[in-house]
T-cell receptor, first 112, second 113 residues
């Protein structure tokens, strides 16, 4: 049974560009959350998607947006990349909005 | 902000018990204590959670003080593969409206051969 799958695993982008990260949730999970983890810090909540809608959002600017598809997979989009957006981006899925989290291994984004 | 306080780092000899403390003095009555760990370059992994009673599973034991203001995660026989950052998180019970996990910086546990 596959867990949470994220792609790509590593990505290098230039400041000002846009990036799209992808996440496939664990089988049986319908809710996806995204977290940003800067080097040496704990993960920070970005937002959660359930039933194809953003249900809750952390303290992140509108440059961060997302989407959830009917098959429950999700994308995280970041526009106008800044050097400070360099981080590990983690996707987590849950069975329902309040279930136990399963995290993916993340996408390492480097902005140069 | 995280509602927990953990030491930034700890060492433990391989084969010995690792005891990781966590202070959560402002915990509310409906908040659970969760523990996750993150091995280098991987996503966080759920370990255990509890409300007020001590809990044990195949990975660890969780001891919560009677006043619930602190807890200890116990790895009974630490191995090199237990080297990781351990996060203590308080979270309202599932279904009570809190969707996110609020991580602090955690404790970096190094298991020494």
């Amino acid at each position: 049974d596959a867990g949470v799958t994220q792609s790509p695993t590593h990505l290098i982008k230039t400041r000002g560009q846009q990036v799209t990260l992808r996440c496939s949730p664990k089988s049986g999970h319908d809710t996806v959350s995204w977290y940003q983890q800067a080097l040496g810090q704990g993960p920070q909540f970005i937002f959660q998607y359930y039933e194809e809608e953003e249900r809750q959002r952390g303290n992140f600017p509108d440059r961060f947006s997302g989407h959830q598809f009917p098959n429950y997979s999700s994308e995280l989009n970041v526009n106008a990349l800044l050097l400070g957006d360099s981080a590990l981006y983690l996707c987590a899925s849950t069975p329902g909005r309040f279930g136990g989290y399963t995290f993916g291994s993340g996408t390492r984004l480097t902005v140069v | 902000d995280a509602k927990t306080t953990q030491p930034p780092s700890m060492d433990c000899a391989e084969g010995r018990a690792a005891n990781l403390p966590c202070n959560h003095s402002t915990i509310s009555g409906n908040e659970y204590v969760y523990w996750y760990r993150q091995i280098h370059s991987q996503g966080p992994q759920y370990i255990i959670h509890g409300l007020k009673n001590n809990e044990t599973n195949e990975m660890a034991s969780l001891i919560i003080t009677e006043d619930r203001k602190s807890s200890t995660l116990i790895l009974p026989h630490a191995t090199l593969r237990d080297t990781a950052v351990y996060y203590c998180i308080v979270r309202v019970e599932p279904g009570a409206g809190s969707y996110q996990l609020t991580f602090g910086k955690g404790t970096k546990l190094s298991v020494i051969p």
